[in-house]
C-alpha cells in the first residue's frame, strides 16, 4: 500500500463528508493504494456516526475511536501503530489543511529520501494571538532539537517513511515535537515542504492559549530524556557534587572564622548566627537530595523495558 492518511479528530462532524471526498479525489488521480485512519478522540458529536456511513461507501477507510477525549498525541500514536502505507501522512480533520499537498509530500519521502516531512504554513489564517506566540516557540523548539531547517514544527500536516512513525511513540501533548521525536530515534533526513494553509471552516479550535506553557515544558521534558533519560546520574550526580563543594566550602569559612574568634579575647563569632551556617547546612541537605535523586534515576532506568531499544539501521 502506498499512503496511510491519519486523521485525528474531535468534534470534526461538519469537515468529515468534504474533507474525505477531497482526499479520495486525490488519491484516485494519482493512483495511489491508500487507507484513511480516521482517529475519534472521544468527540461528543455526530463524527463517529459520520465516520461509520462514510465507510459504507469506502472500505479504504479505517476508523479507531477512543471512549474518552485522551488528546492529539494519543490518537495520533494509535494511528501510527495501525498504519501499514509505504508512506504515513497525517493531516488536521478541520479542513485547514489541503489534501492537494499529498503528491508532492509523497514525492519527498519516496523518491528525494526524506524520512520526514514537515508542512510549513507559511501564510496562515489564524488569529494574530496565535501566530505571533508561534513564531517565539518555534524558534525555541528550533534551538533546543538542532533541527535548524525547520519553520513549524507543529503543522498538522506532515509525511513519514512508515519505520519512522513505528519507531516513535506520541505521548501527552509530544505531537508538537515529532521531528525531535524522530531526530531522537535516528531519523535525521528530516525535509521541509511550504503548504497551503486555509481558515477553520467549521467548529472551533481545540486548544487554548494554555498550548504555549504546555509547550514549553513538554520541550523541557524531551530536552532533559534526550540528553539525560538514560543516565540520570550524570546531571544529578554533578549538581550534588556541586552543593556539596559549597557546603564544604562554607563550613571551612565556619571553621577558620571560629578559629580567629578563639585565638582572639576581642572578638567572639557564634556559629549559628553565621550566613555561612546556613548556606552549609542546605547546600548538604540539597546535595543529598540530588545525589538520592540520581540514584533513584538510576535504578528506574535499569530497570525500564527501553534502556536497551535502539533504531538498527542495517542487519545482515
Ligand atoms: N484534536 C484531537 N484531539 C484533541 C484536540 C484536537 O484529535 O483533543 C484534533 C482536531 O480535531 C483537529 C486537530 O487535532 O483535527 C487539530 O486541532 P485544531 O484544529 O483545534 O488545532 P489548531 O489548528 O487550532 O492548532
Ligand atoms: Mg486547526
Redesign the pocket.
Known amino acids: 500500500m502506498d499512503i496511510s492518511v491519519v486523521?485525528?479528530?474531535?468534534?470534526?462532524a461538519e469537515s468529515l463528508p468534504e474533507l474525505t471526498q477531497w482526499i479520495e479525489r486525490v488519491m484516485r488521480a494519482g493512483g495511489y493504494t491508500y487507507e484513511i485512519i480516521f482517529?475519534n478522540?472521544g468527540s461528543t458529536d455526530s463524527s463517529w456516526d459520520v465516520i461509520r456511513s462514510l465507510q459504507q461507501s469506502n472500505p479504504c477507510i479505517h476508523g479507531i475511536s477512543f471512549a474518552r477525549?485522551?488528546?492529539?498525541s494519543p490518537?495520533l500514536n494509535t494511528g501510527f501503530r495501525k498504519a501499514q502505507g509505504d508512506v504515513v501522512i497525517t493531516m488536521?480533520?478541520?479542513l485547514?489543511d489541503s489534501p492537494d499537498e499529498i503528491p508532492g509530500l509523497y514525492r519527498m519521502i519516496t523518491e528525494e529520501g526524506y524520512d520526514l516531512v514537515s508542512g510549513w504554513k507559511k501564510k496562515r489564517y489564524?488569529p494574530l494571538s496565535?501566530t505571533i506566540p508561534t513564531k517565539l516557540f518555534n524558534a525555541t523548539a528550533r534551538r533546543v532539537s538542532g533541527i535548524g531547517n525547520l519553520h513549524d514544527f507543529?503543522c498538522?500536516l506532515k509525511a513519514y517513511k512508515n519505520k519512522v512513525v513505528k519507531h516513535i511513540e506520541v505521548y501527552g501533548d509530544m505531537h508538537r515535537y515529532i521531528p525531535y521525536l524522530a531526530k531522537n530515534a535516528g531519523f535525521t533526513k528530516i525535509g521541509e515542504k511550504v503548504v497551503q494553509h486555509q481558515a477553520?471552516k467549521y467548529g472551533k479550535?481545540?486548544?487554548g492559549l494554555d498550548r504555549f506553557v504546555n509547550g514549553y515544558l513538554d520541550l523541557g521534558t524531551l530536552w532533559f530524556q534526550s540528553k539525560f533519560g538514560v543516565k540520570p546520574m550524570h546531571i544529578f550526580g554533578l549538581l550534588g557534587s556541586l552543593m556539596f563543594f559549597l557546603g564544604f566550602v562554607a563550613t571551612f569559612i565556619i571553621l577558620i572564622l571560629k578559629c580567629v574568634a578563639l585565638c582572639s579575647s576581642s572578638y567572639d563569632f557564634y556559629v549559628t548566627n553565621s550566613v555561612y551556617f546556613y548556606l552549609a547546612l542546605t547546600a548538604m541537605v540539597i546535595g543529598t537530595q540530588f545525589f538520592l535523586a540520581g540514584f533513584i534515576g538510576e535504578l528506574i532506568t535499569r530497570n525500564s523495558v527501553e534502556r536497551n531499544s535502539y533504531q538498527i539501521s542495517e542487519e545482515f
Open positions: 486523521i485525528p479528530l474531535y468534534n470534526e482517529v478522540d477525549n485522551y488528546g492529539k490518537a488536521d480533520a478541520d485547514q489564524d496565535k507543529n498538522g477553520r479550535t481545540k486548544f
